[in-house]
């Protein structure tokens, strides 16, 4: 038998935790990930995604 991965407790005291664990558990379902690792890529993806400009902040 394979070992099972071995989960991060996660901390879901507030309610940005708590909404975060519940977006990775939807989306480690759909994808078929472990909670984790779906946990690493929503905040690597929020973290890519706060650094760019908005279409308003282009200054076109």
Known sequence: MGKKAK???ADIDSE???Q???E?????????LTR???IKII????????GRPGKKD???
């Open 36 to 38: 984790d690792e779906a």
């Open 24 to 32: 990775a558990d939807f989306y480690a379902r759909k994808c078929g």
């Open 20 to 22: 975060l664990v519940i």
């Open 43 to 50: 905040i690597s993806a929020k973290r890519r995604f706060e």
């Open 7 to 9: 989960h991060v407790k």
């Open 58 to 60: 282009r200054g076109r």
């Open 16 to 18: 940005e935790n708590r």
